[in-house]
């Protein structure tokens, strides 16, 4: 999966429209990222989650918004609307989700307060896995460094990453941005062969030369579990071209790129791996 | 004559040495090399920080480790046919000491003074190194943590506005603040440095926040800001390339790829980069 015109390019597991409340951030808005950004960066779609909603309880508003405000770029924008599996209601939200074509949706433990071993959590991944939708978790927003006194929230553990891996019987296929080399490492290496299968990593946090942890996990985890994201609006939607650009000479020759994973790639995967309705056979939504 | 267009310089770059804290710094070494190479830097100016914590910490050299690592920086700098050259790194905390290691420095090829986190910027202790640098004709590059709250461990971090307080006294030294991508508000030294025309900013730092480039632009001004990458090129690479879509004028985006570091060091630091001509400081778009 490449930037370059040979074909589609990748779809971005990481973007968000609407503001974000501890700093600025220049255009945030959908007609921005669909017919400027992502065409320009080489993205063919993008998974589209509300950056407002990640900081609110309720996140009912928050994704009537992103359905309102993506609904004429739909081309190429997807909604990643945000399931808080300790709200009532959470799994009629998970239905909607899939009637308005979600192929993933995003929760933020670290700012609800969730930690590793939150049977919620467990529910909703198990859910996601039966109706096909990946489950997206965002590490951090911003680097630990220059966080406002006001946003306390840690940043999600491996724990709680291997946690949801780890469901027994589960086929929820996790998305995990924002995660530098050792929590990746942390994560992946604590799961088994079956569990390491569904799980992928955004690599815009990755350091590239010298330092090169990104192609250390493409020698070592394999660019399959890695997958692309542009981070807009939160950072520069080239990071992971650059990261690309910069990778050794012998695996660009041995097709790392193109074995990148993508949107497209895990969606599909998801939903092959799902059965859809069965989730709600036997599940309280309360 | 420059090429306008292409020329790149890294003003902020580290190495590693035999003497430092990696069993792989030759690897990590021609990483950046490498790395370089393909982005399209011309020159790297460098530093190494005693023995990255080795042998003494990073931020607080001993005298012996920054000797050391300065020598490996000169003879590597020298040895690299101008695809490197040498700050030299000095801890302020020994002042005798930094002073000679200065002298010697620029006796060996150094171009610029590096000075990390081992005394705050406003301490009377660096008016003499900024004095020396002076009159050396060559600018200080000093590691900032933007808008410092509270002590961060194992340095004696200064932010935006104690490098300030020093560029108000030292007016004739040229001050490179470091790093805005690298920790901390960078808007904080934006405001910092309002007004300050000695003081100027490297863009270098992991982070790359979207709209840290235009507010440095609207902020700081094209005439102040130095591209750079410091310790990861990849974030470098992300803003040379973000850059291209800020609404620079041609001249503008050259100035930040280049210029501005030909202003800023020392007349003459960058002549081998010329094609034809040795005098290359009037060749930069903003001098």
Redesign the interface.
């Known amino acids: 999966m490449t930037l370059d015109s040979s074909g589609p390019g990748p779809v971005d597991v990481c973007s968000w429209i609407g503001g974000y409340p501890f700093?600025?951030?220049?255009h945030p808005e959908a007609a921005i990222l669909a017919r400027v950004v992502l065409p320009?960066e080489g993205f063919s779609g993008a998974w589209v989650g509300h950056l407002p909603g990640a900081f609110q309880r309720d996140p009912a508003s928050s994704n009537e918004a992103l359905l309102k405000s993506i609904e004429s770029y739909r081309d190429i924008l997807e909604p990643a609307p945000i399931v808080r599996p300790d709200w009532p209601g959470w799994l009629a939200t998970l239905t909607w989700a899939v009637e308005h074509g979600a192929p993933a949706v995003r929760i933020y433990p670290a700012q609800w307060g969730m930690v590793a071993e939150n049977p919620r959590l467990r529910e909703l991944a198990l859910a996601c896995g039966e109706l096909g939708l990946a489950l997206h978790v965002t590490v951090r927003f911003?680097?630990l460094?220059?966080r406002h006194?006001m946003d306390v929230a840690s940043d999600v553990s491996a724990a709680l990453l291997r946690g949801i891996a780890r469901i027994p019987g589960s086929r929820c296929h996790l998305v995990v941005s924002g995660a530098g080399r050792e929590l990746i490492e942390e994560t992946h290496w604590g799961l088994t062969p079956e569990e390491q299968s569904r799980v992928w990593y955004d690599f815009n946090w990755l350091?590239?030369?010298?330092?090169?942890s990104?192609a250390h996990l493409v020698r070592t985890l394999g660019a399959p579990r890695l997958t692309w994201s542009s981070y807009?609006?939160?950072?520069?939607?080239?990071?992971c071209?650059?990261?690309t650009?910069?990778l050794?000479d012998d695996l660009l020759a041995n097709g790392a790129v193109e074995s990148l994973a993508d949107g497209r790639i895990i969606a599909s995967s998801a939903r092959s791996a799902g059965v859809a309705g069965s989730a709600t056979s036997n599940r309280q939504d309360v | 004559m420059f090429d306008r267009d292409h020329l790149l310089i890294d003003a902020h770059a580290h190495f590693h040495t035999p003497f430092t804290n990696r069993v792989d710094w030759e690897h990590y070494n021609n990483s950046r090399l490498a790395a370089g190479r393909r982005i399209g830097v011309r020159c790297h100016v460098a530093s190494v920080l005693g023995s990255w914590g080795h042998t003494s910490p990073t931020y607080f050299a001993s005298p012996d480790d920054q000797t050391r690592a300065n020598d490996w920086m000169f003879d590597f700098a020298g040895a690299s046919n101008g695809e490197i050259r040498a700050f030299v790194a000095v801890n302020p905390n020994y002042t005798r000491h930094a002073l000679s290691e200065i002298e010697r420095g620029f006796a060996a090829g150094a171009i610029g003074v590096k000075l990390a986190a081992g005394r705050r910027a406003d301490d009377g202790l660096l008016d003499e190194i900024a004095t020396v640098a002076a009159q050396y004709d060559a600018p200080i590059l000093h590691h900032v943590w933007h808008h410092r709250q509270r002590d961060w461990p194992n340095q004696d971090a200064s932010d935006g506005l104690d490098l300030a307080r020093l560029a108000l006294r030292q007016r004739d030294t040229r001050f490179i603040m470091a790093h805005i991508g690298g920790g901390g508000d960078y808007t904080h030294s934006f405001a910092a440095a309002a007004g300050i025309d000695n003081l100027v900013m490297d863009l270098s730092g992991s982070g790359i926040d979207r709209g840290m480039l235009d507010l440095a632009i609207e902020r700081v001004g094209v005439q102040r800001l130095l591209w750079a990458s410091d310790i990861t090129m990849c974030t470098g690479l992300t803003k040379l390339l973000a850059l291209s879509h800020a609404g620079l004028s041609t001249d503008d985006l050259a100035a930040i790829r280049w210029g501005n570091a030909v202003r800023i060091f020392p007349r003459g630091a960058f002549a081998h980069l010329a094609d034809e001509r040795a005098d290359v400081a009037s060749e930069s778009p903003t001098g």
């Open positions: 700093r600025e951030i220049p320009r911003e680097d460094r220059q006194f350091w590239g030369p010298p330092e090169d990104f807009w609006p939160l950072r520069l939607a080239q990071q071209r650059s990261l650009t910069l050794p």
